[in-house]
């Protein structure tokens, strides 16, 4: 009984660590559907001009006749092309302005981009070659002319590979894996044809190049392993720009207008972001981060980026970190989002424990759980659903989710941090010439400043100490500071004239020492004041006691003002009274 109790808690405990939300439809869900494909190879465009988006994967697989690009309406495999390489990436893009709009797939693989329109291809760019090395160069030359023999050449090229300054072709990289049979016959093959690099696209994204419209003509942005971003125009396939990039870039993500002012986010293998701006071929902005990057996007104004290390931090365009969250498990993939209907964007994280999980900035909004690890996430419309969630899973499996009408997507405070309002800017006036002139008196003044409030704080501190000694000197305190009569004073004036009553109270604040030889008196104005006993003598006072005592004042002048009366509790045969207290009077009424 006591185990079975034991097995109810921990499930129960599970249940309630992991709350998942109710706010998607269970739409579709197939384990064998063959679209291996992660987040960069998943698209959803209307290529048919008929309001129906429809879904295209591009499919990675070691085994050629695997490579497919699969579109997809509904749940219903229409269009099946094969593909010459592996895949890269894959995005939709305008390349002219007839009508209807219908957009083209541009699929990424190896050194080219494969353009289809109306399921069928179109059209092939191919990234210019670029020249290997002079070095690599005179290698080949002399295997041509015969003068060097085959361990040699795989000697030498083995070594500048080592090195590491110079990045052999693709055909001295093949060369260096082969036996020396194998290595012969094949400089014999290639030995004639001038060696190039091949420029491998590693990923792409697009831009709008001269109006704003979703149906607007676009670039195309291109990242390659040799370390270059090349904007292409879509139109007469050209390139329109080129930039230098510190290191691989891996994701690429663009904003703005290629004809008026844009900006391109590079998120490279070195773990940096880099900035580039219209006009600029080298970076602008360099955000290192402390590990490798898995995913970036943009989100609102900020840029999100996800890494190995289980965190995801969010920047400005300009490089500030604004926050950062942990995640519970390692991070498979990202994916933006928008849903215009009710003004949330964000992001989508997809866990190596199956969760996947939907941020707004750095707060959760949704999460679920899935049947399998999810490496490629698409949100967009799907069919003529708006908000639909695309999924792809490690074994091929495909996941649609749609996005309930009436789903809130409320923040949950999953991660603890400030306030909402801590966030929101201030908002600061701008400054003034009354402010400038002050700062910059301060700032040539500065020293003289500090000295002249160093000094004024030394003489407050001396003029507190003074007068703290001569309070003490003269009794000038409510409570004693002798030990030896510890004794607390309480005085009180009631009435409104003429005739005020005086209650004066005394406190033996001491743990077992009685107070002997005590007595009031007073000190006032005589013009002012008569009070009926100007001497108290006071009994025995044991501690723990209080003791009143009362006298009546008179106001003996006609006049409306007021004086103080000075009360002394003084011991007999010393000229030094134990405690003083002062009392401010009230005016008198005048009597009737």
Same mark, same amino acid.
Request: overall charge positive; proline content about 4%; some cysteine.
């Given at each position: 009984?006591?185990?079975?109790?034991?097995?109810?808690?921990?499930?129960?405990?599970?249940?309630?660590?992991?709350?998942?939300?109710?706010?998607?439809?269970?739409?579709?869900?197939?384990?064998?559907?063959?679209?291996?494909?992660?987040?960069?190879?998943?698209?959803?465009?209307?290529?048919?001009?008929?309001?129906?988006?429809?879904?295209?994967?591009?499919?990675?697989?070691?085994?050629?006749?695997?490579?497919?690009?699969?579109?997809?309406?509904?749940?219903?495999?229409?269009?099946?092309?094969?593909?010459?390489?592996?895949?890269?990436?894959?995005?939709?893009?305008?390349?002219?302005?007839?009508?209807?709009?219908?957009?083209?797939?541009?699929?990424?693989?190896?050194?080219?981009?494969?353009?289809?329109?109306?399921?069928?291809?179109?059209?092939?760019?191919?990234?210019?070659?670029?020249?290997?090395?002079?070095?690599?160069?005179?290698?080949?030359?002399?295997?041509?002319?015969?003068?060097?023999?085959?361990?040699?050449?795989?000697?030498?090229?083995?070594?500048?590979?080592?090195?590491?300054?110079?990045?052999?072709?693709?055909?001295?990289?093949?060369?260096?894996?082969?036996?020396?049979?194998?290595?012969?016959?094949?400089?014999?093959?290639?030995?004639?044809?001038?060696?190039?690099?091949?420029?491998?696209?590693?990923?792409?994204?697009?831009?709008?190049?001269?109006?704003?419209?979703?149906?607007?003509?676009?670039?195309?942005?291109?990242?390659?392993?040799?370390?270059?971003?090349?904007?292409?125009?879509?139109?007469?396939?050209?390139?329109?720009?080129?930039?230098?990039?510190?290191?691989?870039?891996?994701?690429?993500?663009?904003?703005?207008?290629?004809?008026?002012?844009?900006?391109?986010?590079?998120?490279?293998?070195?773990?940096?972001?880099?900035?580039?701006?219209?006009?600029?071929?080298?970076?602008?902005?360099?955000?290192?981060?402390?590990?490798?990057?898995?995913?970036?996007?943009?989100?609102?104004?900020?840029?999100?980026?996800?890494?190995?290390?289980?965190?995801?931090?969010?920047?400005?365009?300009?490089?500030?970190?604004?926050?950062?969250?942990?995640?519970?498990?390692?991070?498979?993939?990202?994916?933006?989002?928008?849903?215009?209907?009710?003004?949330?964007?964000?992001?989508?994280?997809?866990?190596?424990?199956?969760?996947?999980?939907?941020?707004?900035?750095?707060?959760?909004?949704?999460?679920?759980?899935?049947?399998?690890?999810?490496?490629?996430?698409?949100?967009?419309?799907?069919?003529?659903?708006?908000? *639909? !969630?695309?999924? %792809?899973?490690?074994?091929?499996?495909?996941?649609? @989710? =749609?996005? /309930?009408?009436?789903? +809130? #997507?409320? $923040?949950?405070?999953?991660?603890?941090?400030?306030?909402?309002?801590?966030?929101?800017?201030?908002?600061?006036?701008?400054?003034?010439?009354?402010?400038?002139?002050?700062?910059?008196?301060?700032?040539?003044?500065?020293?003289?400043?500090?000295?002249?409030?160093?000094?004024?704080?030394?003489?407050?501190?001396?003029?507190?100490?003074?007068?703290?000694?001569?309070?003490?000197?003269?009794?000038?305190?409510?409570?004693?500071?002798?030990?030896?009569?510890?004794?607390?004073?309480?005085?009180?004036?009631?009435?409104?004239?003429?005739?005020?009553?005086?209650?004066?109270?005394?406190?033996?604040?001491?743990?077992?020492?009685?107070?002997? *030889? !005590?007595?009031? %008196?007073?000190?006032?104005?005589?013009?002012?004041? @008569? =009070?009926? /006993?100007?001497?108290? +003598? #006071?009994? $025995?006072?044991?501690?723990?006691?209080?003791?009143?005592?009362?006298?009546?004042?008179?106001?003996?002048?006609?006049?409306?003002?007021?004086?103080?009366?000075?009360?002394?509790?003084?011991?007999?045969?010393?000229?030094?009274?134990?405690?003083?207290?002062?009392?401010?009077?009230?005016?008198?009424?005048?009597?009737?």
């Amino acid at each position: 009984m006591d185990k079975e109790s034991t097995i109810d808690e921990k499930k129960l405990a599970k249940n309630q660590a992991i709350s998942y939300d109710s706010d998607w439809l269970n739409a579709y869900y197939d384990p064998v559907a063959g679209t291996n494909s992660h987040s960069g190879s998943i698209e959803l465009a209307d290529i048919q001009a008929d309001g129906d988006n429809k879904l295209i994967t591009a499919n990675y697989s070691n085994v050629k006749s695997e490579l497919k690009l699969k579109v997809f309406k509904g749940a219903s495999l229409i269009k099946e092309n094969n593909l010459v390489d592996v895949p890269t990436a894959i995005i939709s893009f305008y390349m002219d302005n007839l009508n209807p709009r219908v957009p083209a797939i541009g699929v990424a693989s190896g050194s080219c981009i494969y353009a289809y329109k109306n399921l069928k291809p179109s059209f092939q760019f191919t990234l210019p070659q670029v020249d290997v090395s002079g070095v690599e160069k005179d290698i080949w030359a002399k295997a041509k002319d015969g003068t060097v023999d085959v361990s040699t050449m795989q000697e030498t090229l083995e070594d500048i590979r080592r090195d590491g300054q110079i990045t052999l072709s693709n055909r001295s990289l093949l060369l260096l894996g082969l036996n020396y049979e194998e290595a012969r016959r094949f400089i014999e093959v290639f030995k004639t044809a001038e060696p190039k690099k091949q420029v491998n696209i590693t990923c792409m994204a697009k831009m709008n190049k001269n109006s704003s419209e979703d149906d607007a003509i676009n670039c195309l942005i291109v990242g390659t392993e040799l370390m270059n971003i090349y904007i292409i125009d879509t139109e007469a396939f050209t390139i329109l720009a080129t930039m230098e990039c510190p290191h691989v870039p891996v994701f690429l993500n663009a904003s703005g207008l290629f004809d008026v002012e844009y900006r391109i986010i590079a998120a490279c293998r070195d773990g940096c972001l880099y900035t580039y701006k219209r006009g600029f071929k080298a970076p602008k902005v360099s955000i290192p981060l402390g590990s490798q990057i898995v995913g970036m996007e943009k989100s609102g104004k900020n840029v999100v980026v996800a890494c190995m290390d289980r965190c995801v931090y969010g920047f400005t365009t300009k490089g500030k970190k604004m926050w950062k969250l942990e995640m519970p498990a390692d991070i498979v993939t990202t994916c933006g989002f928008e849903i215009k209907s009710k003004g949330i964007q964000g992001y989508i994280l997809s866990l190596t424990n199956n969760e996947v999980h939907i941020y707004k900035e750095k707060n959760i909004i949704s999460k679920f759980k899935t049947q399998d690890l999810v490496v490629g996430i698409k949100f967009g419309k799907f069919g003529r659903e708006d908000s *639909n !969630l695309i999924m %792809t899973t490690r074994n091929g499996g495909l996941i649609i @989710k =749609i996005l /309930k009408r009436t789903a +809130e #997507l409320s $923040i949950k405070d999953s991660h603890r941090g400030p306030p909402e309002a801590q966030l929101k800017k201030l908002d600061v006036p701008k400054k003034t010439k009354l402010y400038v002139d002050q700062t910059t008196r301060e700032r040539e003044n500065g020293t003289f400043m500090h000295q002249t409030f160093q000094k004024d704080l030394y003489k407050f501190r001396i003029k507190t100490a003074k007068e703290f000694l001569r309070s003490l000197q003269t009794s000038s305190t409510p409570i004693s500071t002798n030990p030896n009569e510890p004794l607390k004073i309480n005085a009180q004036v009631q009435g409104i004239g003429p005739t005020f009553k005086l209650i004066v109270k005394v406190h033996n604040i001491s743990a077992n020492q009685p107070c002997l *030889n !005590l007595f009031l %008196t007073f000190i006032y104005d005589e013009k002012l004041y @008569k =009070i009926s /006993k100007s001497f108290i +003598e #006071l009994p $025995i006072l044991v501690p723990g006691i209080e003791y009143p005592f009362s006298t009546f004042i008179n106001t003996v002048s006609n006049q409306l003002i007021s004086d103080n009366i000075k009360i002394l509790l003084c011991k007999k045969n010393t000229d030094v009274p134990i405690i003083t207290a002062i009392i401010s009077m009230p005016i008198s009424e005048v009597e009737i």
